[in-house]
């Protein structure tokens, strides 16, 4: 018995047969739904070793993650997604313990569509959808169909979800890690204003403080103190303490006689730079000036002695107008009168066959010969009458003579 911890319990309320109902009864995500139906698909094939049982085995490409969703976010190429909806089904079948055999590129697509339905419908699965749904190799039926079919392959196999189990030390770790991460505006106020060095700072604040503690401590001496420490040694003791020694006064970041003072630091550099800027932009305005006079004079000149070139450019442009016009012209003409040319031409083409038809019926002797021949045919047969009506004939003497 496999068992693996599922970390989507969105998948066992969608793998029921009634969640795929109407569109209208549906929620506004439901369009969104099959993203997730074929991510967890995805999920399944992979548990079910697909990559070597069929990728391997039919040289096919590793399916995306949103490869047979229907959007227009996502690449489609339906007959390349129902030949890999047809051969991952047939291998689920299988999968199922019943037998099935792979459908190729060839076969009819309404038929191997109708056979993997009835092998769903045999295994307990809901069709209520057309099976034209199934032919453009991708969306929410699609989807279905794939994950029906994984999940009976899944439960052939004796395959059990389990539910996530957290450790609760890491939970502990991580609100101990966010806990720290947070810091408060005064932390890090507070972390700005300490000093980058570790030096010795007297603060004036708390010399006051302890001044008056003193003070209001200890009675005041009846007599008074004198110093025993020698006035040199103390002098050289000073000048040595005297570098390590430094005064800070707190200021809040916030005080507006802090932001007035920057706004006069940054008006004194701006000016200063103001003044070193004037100088350059001066000097480059005189520059451009210079150029721009020497630009404009030779432009003057260069103008005054193209002059007569640019006027005999206006005129032959105004002749070759003149000259497209007479061009247009006279091209209309041509066509008009090559139009007539062919009509013309087509009237001779005619009365040239009929003069050759005419011509080849007169030059014909056929009929003349026929002619011809059955004149000498009539000669003859008007001859053989002449001899047998005249009386010199044979049969004319043995008729008289028997009389």
């Given at each position: 018995?496999?068992?693996?911890?599922?970390?989507?319990?969105?998948?066992?309320?969608?793998?029921?047969?009634?969640?795929?109902?109407?569109?209208?009864?549906?929620?506004?995500?439901?369009?969104?739904?099959?993203?997730?139906?074929?991510?967890?698909?995805?999920?399944?094939?992979?548990?079910?070793?697909?990559?070597?049982?069929?990728?391997?085995?039919?040289?096919?490409?590793?399916?995306?993650?949103?490869?047979?969703?229907?959007?227009?976010?996502?690449?489609?190429?339906?007959?390349?997604?129902?030949?890999?909806?047809?051969?991952?089904?047939?291998?689920?079948?299988?999968?199922?313990?019943?037998?099935?055999?792979?459908?190729?590129?060839?076969?009819?697509?309404?038929?191997?569509?109708?056979?993997?339905?009835?092998?769903?419908?045999?295994?307990?699965?809901?069709?209520?959808?057309?099976?034209?749904?199934?032919?453009?190799?991708?969306?929410?039926?699609?989807?279905?169909?794939?994950?029906?079919?994984?999940?009976?392959?899944?439960?052939?196999?004796?395959?059990?979800?389990?539910?996530?189990?957290?450790?609760?030390?890491?939970?502990?770790?991580?609100?101990?890690?966010?806990?720290?991460?947070?810091?408060?505006?005064?932390?890090?106020?507070?972390?700005?204003?300490?000093?980058?060095?570790?030096?010795?700072?007297?603060?004036?604040?708390?010399?006051?403080?302890?001044?008056?503690?003193?003070?209001?401590?200890?009675?005041?001496?009846?007599?008074?103190?004198?110093?025993?420490?020698?006035?040199?040694?103390?002098?050289?003791?000073?000048?040595?303490?005297?570098p390590q020694l430094k005064v800070t006064i707190r200021s809040d970041v916030k005080d507006w006689r802090i932001h007035v003072?920057?706004?006069?630091?940054?008006?004194?550099?701006?000016?200063?730079?103001?003044?070193?800027?004037?100088?350059?932009?001066?000097?480059?305005?005189?520059?451009?000036?210079k150029t721009q006079e020497k630009v404009g004079s030779r432009e003057k000149y260069i103008n005054s002695q193209l002059e007569?070139?640019?006027?005999?450019?206006?005129?032959?442009?105004?002749?070759?107008?003149?000259?497209?016009?007479?061009?247009?012209?006279?091209?209309?003409?041509?066509?008009?009168?090559?139009?007539?040319?062919?009509?013309?031409?087509?009237?001779?083409?005619?009365?040239?066959?009929?003069?050759?038809?005419?011509?080849?019926?007169?030059?014909?002797?056929?009929?003349?010969?026929?002619?011809?021949?059955?004149?000498?045919?009539?000669?003859?047969?008007?001859?053989?009458?002449?001899?047998?009506?005249?009386?010199?004939?044979?049969?004319?003497?043995?008729?008289?003579?028997?009389?």
């Amino acid at each position: 018995m496999c068992e693996v911890v599922r970390g989507s319990p969105v998948f066992e309320s969608m793998a029921d047969d009634g969640r795929r109902g109407e569109d209208d009864e549906r929620g506004p995500g439901a369009q969104h739904q099959m993203f997730v139906v074929m991510e967890d698909l995805l999920d399944k094939l992979k548990l079910l070793d697909y990559e070597e049982q069929v990728l391997v085995k039919h040289n096919m490409k590793p399916l995306s993650r949103h490869y047979f969703v229907a959007s227009p976010y996502t690449a489609n190429n339906p007959g390349e997604q129902f030949y890999m909806f047809s051969v991952i089904a047939a291998w689920l079948i299988t999968l199922c313990g019943r037998p099935f055999e792979t459908p190729q590129e060839h076969d009819d697509p309404n038929a191997t569509v109708s056979n993997v339905l009835s092998q769903l419908r045999a295994l307990g699965g809901l069709v209520d959808f057309p099976p034209s749904k199934l032919k453009s190799g991708s969306g929410e039926h699609v989807c279905y169909v794939l994950d029906r079919l994984a999940e009976e392959a899944l439960k052939s196999r004796d395959f059990i979800w389990k539910k996530p189990l957290y450790p609760s030390e890491e939970l502990e770790e991580e609100s101990v890690m966010e806990d720290d991460a947070e810091l408060t505006l005064s932390k890090v106020e507070e972390m700005t204003e300490e000093p980058d060095e570790e030096e010795d700072v007297i603060d004036l604040e708390e010399l006051k403080t302890r001044s008056n503690q003193s003070e209001a401590g200890g009675a005041r001496p009846e007599m008074i103190l004198e110093s025993v420490t020698d006035s040199a040694e103390w002098n050289l003791e000073v000048e040595r303490v005297l570098p390590q020694l430094k005064v800070t006064i707190r200021s809040d970041v916030k005080d507006w006689r802090i932001h007035v003072s920057q706004m006069h630091q940054h008006q004194d550099g701006i000016k200063t730079s103001l003044k070193e800027a004037k100088g350059y932009l001066d000097k480059l305005l005189e520059e451009i000036s210079k150029t721009q006079e020497k630009v404009g004079s030779r432009e003057k000149y260069i103008n005054s002695q193209l002059e007569h070139l640019i006027t005999d450019y206006r005129n032959a442009q105004s002749k070759l107008s003149e000259a497209k016009e007479l061009y247009q012209q006279g091209s209309g003409g041509v066509t008009e009168r090559t139009r007539t040319l062919a009509e013309i031409s087509e009237e001779l083409e005619k009365v040239k066959q009929e003069m050759e038809e005419k011509g080849s019926s007169m030059s014909d002797g056929a009929p003349v010969v026929k002619i011809r021949q059955s004149l000498t045919k009539l000669k003859q047969e008007i001859q053989q009458m002449d001899v047998q009506g005249s009386p010199c004939s044979p049969e004319n003497t043995l008729f008289s003579g028997v009389c």
